[in-house]
């Protein structure tokens, strides 16, 4: 069926300016740069839009990274020799989107995505200048891709990770790949169908425009709004409501 007039017009024209914003992509292959990563494939997907659309677009691979095991800022102060979480840190709170990528392995995300969210965690006492979590007025999607099952539990663990430490989530904030279940070719493999398969553009494509939209809306109104979210104004007794008026 042809695209009639309006949907060809919604799709090829819109007045919306993303070009303010920024995106950082965190790919958590176990493979460092330079070596080929099937899931690095899939974020070119919403790379390309993103770029198209004139948001700045980073892809960094944790693994590059002296990331150690722990939930602090800085692991220097807790007895290892060096940790490049500080330095990762800044351009994550320079992002207004935040994609996380990862691989299947035995059915979960892998080891690098879980010790980057506990990386991330280690900042979520941390408030903005809205006394909410300095995690709040952003938001994140995640991709994944693998050949065996798993990638709506690894999105579901990833995509939690993010709410509760601030992060809005759109709708359909995520998209994945996988072929058939045992061994056999992953996403960027020759012949593997997966950069032709219509269920993983496509909710790959729908995932990139959410994230924008959401990230648009949120900068325009300026974040999320600061009421009933405040940490000091609750440890000083503001209850926003709360129905239980003995509750201390």
Known sequence: MALNTLQKRLCEEHDMDFSHLTALFLNCTLKPSGQASHTDALLRVPQSIMQANGIAVEILRPVDYDLPPGVYPDM???????????????KVMAADILIVGTPIWLGEESSVCRRLIERLYAES????????????????GC??????DGVKHCAMSVLYALQHLGYLIPPQADAGWIGEAGPGPSYADDGSGGPQNDFTQRNATFMTWNLMHMARILSDWGGIPA?????????DGCRFDHPNPEYR
């Open 143 to 148: 991709i994944v891709t693998g050949n065996e």
């Open 227 to 235: 009421h009933g979210n405040q940490r000091s104004a609750w440890e």
């Open 125 to 140: 006492g941390k408030l903005n200048g809205k006394d909410q979590s300095v995690y709040y007025g952003r938001v994140g």
């Open 76 to 90: 220097r102060a807790h007895g290892f020799p060096s940790d490049d979480w500080p330095e990762l840190c800044e």
